[in-house]
């Protein structure tokens, strides 16, 4: 039997028995984070499906901005709970960057403007397609300003760029 990798494309259909609601538990890879957001252990989060992050994303207009945190604070509110995994957030906003630029090969377009979706804090995500460099081109190219700190980059002034999720 022959195995192929799926696309990225593909990897952002929804999944089975999702979204999920667990017990915060010490031992999850997202702790910190959703910790970080107010949760606590025996708290409920939410794991949700990539078209719920990806719905999030679409929203952004030029000019505006989000960053995870937001994100998974929107989802935790929709779902009336503290906190959302922040890992498998940011999995599947890695996916979807990674989803629209295999679609532009092929001459499609997702809608997905992806590189307004920043790091916690407004940092840059060296993990989008091209890297750190191809992001920060993508935001200067719509006005915003880029600053380094250290090997990290993050946009200037950022809160002031945040749309508001409703």
């Known amino acids: 039997m022959k ?6 494309q593909e990897k952002l259909i ?3 028995g999702f979204p999920k609601i667990l017990k915060l538990e010490k031992n999850f890879p997202c702790y910190n984070a ?7 252990v025996g708290d409920n989060i ?3 499906n990539p078209s719920e992050v990806i719905n999030i994303m679409k929203m952004v207009p030029r000019g505006r901005l989000v960053t995870i945190t937001e994100i998974c604070q929107a989802l935790a509110k929709r779902y ?3 906190a959302c995994c922040s890992l498998t957030t ?3 906003i890695m ?3 990674n989803a629209v630029e295999e679609a532009k090969k092929d001459g499609k377009d997702l809608d997905i403007p992806y590189w307004r979706t920043l790091k916690a804090n407004g940092f840059l995500n060296e993990k989008y397609p091209g890297g750190l460099e191809a992001h920060k081109n993508k935001l200067e190219n719509e006005g915003f300003t880029i600053i380094g700190c250290g090997r990290r980059l ?10 508001d999720i409703k």
């Open 90 to 92: 940011g999995i599947f």
């Open 80 to 82: 009336k709970l503290k």
């Open 34 to 40: 959703v910790h970080k957001m107010g949760a606590q």
């Open 14 to 16: 929804d999944r089975k």
């Open 95 to 97: 996916m979807a960057a």
């Open 46 to 48: 939410v794991l949700v």
């Open 3 to 8: 195995y192929s990798r799926k696309s990225w």
């Open 154 to 163: 993050f946009v200037k002034d950022y809160k002031n760029f945040l749309m």
